[in-house]
C-alpha cells in the first residue's frame, strides 16, 4: 500500500465518526476504499450482519492491513500459531474452538481471579501515587498496558515473570500486520513475536503434561479432543493450533482492555464535572463504564464476507464481497442512543455493541468490565483531584482494533 492511502487511513482511523455519520446518512452502504470494504454503521444493519453468521463469514475478520516482508514471514516462520483462531471461524468449528474459552472465562473463573486484579490495580497505583499531592503519571504506560495482561495472565495461568514478554509480543504483533513497519523494524517486531510464541509453547507442552484449573489447560485439552496419542504428548500441528489459540486469545484479552481504559479515563477527564459526580458518587461507575465503552468503542469493528450474493440496507452484495461492521458506528446511531456524540454517564442506558453481539459476542466482557470498575475505584478514591496535564495534547493511535491514546499523562 502507499503511503498516500496509509495517510488517509491513519485519518480515517484516528476519528472514524464523521464517516460513520455520512454512511448511516447515506441510502444503504457505502464503499470506503481506505477500508477496501462496504461500510456498516447503522445500530439495526450491525445487528443484522451478526444474526447471519451463515450468510457473512467471520474468515476474514482478523485481515492485516500490512502484509510483512518476505525477510520478516522468513522470521514468523520460526515460530509457532498461524492456524484459523475462534474469531476467524464459522460454523461448528467456531462453536468447537469458542467452548473452551467460554469455560475458561465463566462467571466462576473471573469470580476467582478478582482479588488478584483488584491486588493488581492498588499496587499499579501505589507505584505512581504514594503523594495524593502534586503528582504525575502518563497512565497507559504505568498502568493501562500493565493491568490487564496481568490479569488475562493469571486467568490464562501464566507465571507472572512471563507477561511482560507475552504482552510485549501482542502489541508487536500488531504493529507488524496493522502498522507501516520499515524492514529492519519488521524483523525486529517479528523476532519479539516468535519470542512469545516460544513462551506459549512451553505453556502447551506443560499443559498437556500436567493439566491445571486454567484456560491454557482448556485449550490444550480442545486441540487433542478425539484424538489417539501418547498420554502427554501433543503433535507439532496440535502445539500450532494451540500456540495460535492462546496468542489470538491474550491479544484479544489485554490490548482491547488496555485500550478502553486509556479512552474511558481521557472522556471522564475531558468531562469533568462528569468525573467530578463520579467520585462523589462512586455507584455510578458501572454506567460510567458501559456510557465509555459506548461512546469510543476500543474494538471500533471487523470484517465479514458474504457467502451468498444479498441484499443489505438495500444494496445488493455478491458472494465474497467484505464488510466492514462497525460497532463503533453502530453506537452512535441516534436512533438507539439520542445525542449519541455526547459523552454523558447519566443517560439512560441502552444496549450498544462494544462488545459485539450474537455467535461471536465477546466471551471476555465479564472480565473486561470488571477491570474498568476496579480501575475508576482506585482513581476516583484516590485521584479524585486527577486531570489531563495542561502541557500534553492527547493524540489517538491510528487502529480500529484497539483504538485508545498513545499516551496518557496525568496530573493531581
Ligand atoms: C474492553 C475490552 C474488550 C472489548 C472492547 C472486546 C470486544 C470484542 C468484540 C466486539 C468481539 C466480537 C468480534 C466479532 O464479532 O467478530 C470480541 C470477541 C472476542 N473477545 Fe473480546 N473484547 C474485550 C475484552 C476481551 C477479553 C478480556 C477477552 C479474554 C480474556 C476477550 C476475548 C475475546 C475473544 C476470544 C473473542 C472472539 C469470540 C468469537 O469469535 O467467538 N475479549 N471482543
Known amino acids: 500500500m502507499d ?30 476504499p481506505e477500508l477496501d470494504a462496504w461500510l456498516v454503521a447503522r445500530d439495526a444493519d450491525v445487528r443484522e450482519v451478526l444474526r447471519r453468521p451463515e450468510d457473512f463469514s467471520s474468515a476474514n475478520s482478523l485481515l492485516p492491513d500490512v502484509l510483512p ?7 514468523l516462520g520460526g515460530g509457532f500459531g498461524g492456524r484459523p483462531v475462534v474469531v476467524t471461524s464459522d460454523g461448528a468449528r467456531h462453536q468447537q474452538l469458542r467452548a473452551p474459552i467460554v469455560r475458561g472465562l465463566s462467571p466462576s473463573r473471573v469470580a476467582a481471579v478478582l482479588p488478584y486484579a483488584a491486588e493488581r490495580a492498588a499496587a499499579l497505583v501505589d507505584a505512581f501515587a504514594p503523594d495524593p499531592k502534586n503528582g504525575r503519571v502518563e497512565l497507559m504506560s504505568a498502568y493501562a498496558r500493565r493491568l490487564p495482561g496481568d490479569v488475562v495472565g493469571r486467568i490464562v495461568g501464566l507465571d507472572p515473570s512471563d507477561v511482560p514478554a507475552v504482552v510485549h509480543g501482542g502489541h508487536r504483533a500488531e504493529e507488524l500486520l496493522f502498522r507501516p513497519l520499515g524492514e529492519d523494524e519488521q524483523i525486529a517486531a517479528a523476532e519479539d513475536v516468535v519470542a512469545m510464541q516460544h513462551i506459549l509453547d512451553r505453556y502447551v507442552r506443560e499443559r498437556a503434561a500436567r493439566p491445571r484449573e486454567d484456560l491454557a489447560t482448556e485449550i490444550v485439552a480442545s486441540v487433542t479432543e478425539g484424538t489417539e496419542g501418547t498420554e502427554g504428548e501433543l503433535t507439532l500441528e496440535q502445539r500450532h493450533e494451540a500456540v495460535a489459540h492462546l496468542q489470538n486469545l491474550l491479544i484479544a484479552g489485554h490490548l482491547t482492555t488496555t485500550a478502553l481504559i486509556g479512552t474511558t479515563v481521557l472522556h471522564l477527564l475531558r468531562h469533568p464535572r462528569q468525573w467530578e459526580l463520579l467520585c462523589a458518587e462512586p455507584d455510578r461507575i458501572p454506567a460510567a463504564v458501559e456510557e465509555a465503552a459506548r461512546y469510543d468503542t476500543a474494538l471500533q469493528g471487523f470484517r465479514r464476507i458474504t457467502t451468498r450474493p444479498l441484499t443489505l440496507a438495500g444494496t445488493e452484495l455478491p458472494a465474497g464481497a467484505t464488510v466492514f461492521v462497525a460497532f463503533g458506528g453502530a ?45 475508576l475505584g482506585e482513581l476516583t478514591r484516590r485521584l479524585p483531584g486527577l486531570g489531563l496535564a495542561a502541557d500534553h495534547r492527547v493524540t489517538m493511535r491510528p487502529t480500529m482494533i484497539h483504538r485508545s491514546p498513545y499516551r496518557l499523562h496525568l496530573t493531581w
Open 3 to 32: 503511503d498516500q492511502l496509509h495517510g488517509v487511513r491513519d485519518e480515517l482511523q484516528r476519528d472514524p465518526y464523521p464517516h460513520y455519520d455520512r454512511a448511516r446518512r447515506a441510502p444503504g452502504l457505502t464503499r470506503v
Open 331 to 375: 453506537n452512535r446511531d441516534p436512533v438507539r442512543h439520542p445525542q449519541p456524540d455526547e459523552f454523558d454517564i447519566t443517560r439512560t442506558p441502552e444496549r450498544h455493541l462494544a462488545f459485539g453481539f450474537g455467535a461471536h459476542g465477546c466471551p471476555g466482557a465479564q472480565l473486561a468490565r470488571e477491570q474498568l470498575r476496579l480501575t
Open 69 to 75: 516482508s518476505p525477510a520478516a514471514l522468513a522470521v
